[in-house]
């Protein structure tokens, strides 16, 4: 899938019919809201979260390769943001096929701060092993390229961010970092509001944690959205539009999330599973038993975050001139 929506969205546009169902049920509904007001504080700038696949079992075109891949995979990210400066801090690790990968990157004004040692790994790991084969010659200067750098820092710039968007597209890179450092503005009344299609029986309660659970049986995505339209009120429109397209030729055979939220310890657990089965009739035999589980912890931090200095960083550009005039040398002598 090309874009990840959150967890959390997904369980707010699959809406359920089923649930545990208690005598304090009204009592359960209006504490889950109250826990979420509080995640949505917006003095929290600060989200640790983990997200594990449990469950992947896909089949179809390439799903042996997908399964392997996905079976067991996970992502631990810790992320900041700092409204002040108008940075964001991520730094965490991927596990895909058994192995770990280190994402450690800053967003700024002026563009993408990538952590050298992170792009020598990745790069020595992923790319460095096929450009042998495809590169040929070549491959040696892509790897002094890589490898060659000096600097804390690679950098993408915003000039060259903006130069990858379409001409229509109506954003770029300095209204996507003001969207980043926007807070929540939901009262307890709005998010009141957005869960009033779902049912208090659908809410449980034990001790400071309440919990959310839905279940859906042979739905579209675009079916949940128009069935319950008002709890996409906390998805973007952008987003929501973005996903329905996505799934217009799956749908879900079961569908089952669970949410539970602990507004005293500001951490929430989710677990989304069920089964995915395309409506494609070239693809018919299309399908995806999944779950995925994850785990949060919001908080607070006045600690600042500020994009390196350009000393500590190389820009693409700078790299790829590097590599023309390691390759325009080496074409040089070889010819003399």
Do not use: H
């Not at 040696?140 to 890589?146: A, E, K, P, T």
């Not at 400071?208 to 339209?229: A, C, I, R, W, Y």
């Not at 785990?295 to 590599?323: G, R």
Request: net charge neutral; glycine share 2%.
């Amino acid at each position: 899938m090309k874009k990840i929506i959150p967890i959390t969205a997904v369980a707010l546009a699959a809406l359920s019919l089923t649930a545990c169902s208690q005598k304090n049920s009204d009592e359960a509904k209006k504490a889950f809201i109250s826990n979420l007001t509080t995640l949505n504080s917006s003095d929290n700038n600060v989200q640790e979260t983990t997200v594990t696949v449990d469950k992947f079992k896909a089949s179809g075109t390439d799903s042996e390769s997908a399964n392997k891949m996905m079976q067991g995979s996970s992502m631990d990210m810790k992320i900041a943001r700092d409204t002040k400066n108008k940075t964001v801090d991520l730094n965490g690790k991927i596990s895909v096929d058994n192995k770990a990968y280190s994402i450690n990157l800053i967003l700024g004004k002026d563009g993408i701060y990538l952590n050298s040692s992170d792009v020598k790994s990745l790069y020595n790991s992923l790319a460095a092993p096929n450009l042998s084969k495809s590169a040929g010659q070549y491959a040696s200067l892509y790897d002094s390229m890589i490898n060659g750098l000096k600097t804390p820092y690679v950098s993408i710039s915003q000039a060259m961010l903006d130069s990858s968007l379409s001409k229509n597209s109506t954003q770029n890179w300095s209204s996507t970092i003001d969207e980043l450092m926007k807070t929540s503005t939901k009262s307890k009344s709005d998010i009141e509001k957005s869960y009033k299609d779902i049912s208090d029986s659908n809410f449980t309660k034990k001790g400071d944690e309440t919990t959310l659970s839905l279940t859906e049986k042979n739905v579209t995505m675009d079916e949940l959205v128009k069935k319950f339209p008002s709890i996409t009120s906390q998805i973007s429109e952008q987003q929501l539009k973005d996903f329905t397209k996505e799934t217009k030729n799956v749908k879900f055979k079961t569908l089952t999330v669970d949410t539970t939220i602990n507004g005293k310890t500001k951490q929430s657990n989710a677990t989304v599973s069920g089964v995915l089965v395309s409506t494609d009739k070239s693809s018919s035999n299309d399908s995806l038993d999944f779950k995925f589980s994850s785990q949060s912890k919001a908080s607070k931090s006045s600690a600042a975050i500020v994009e390196p200095d350009t000393s500590k960083t190389t820009t693409i550009e700078e790299l790829l001139q590097n590599m023309f005039s390691s390759y325009s040398t080496d074409a040089s002598t070889s010819t003399n």
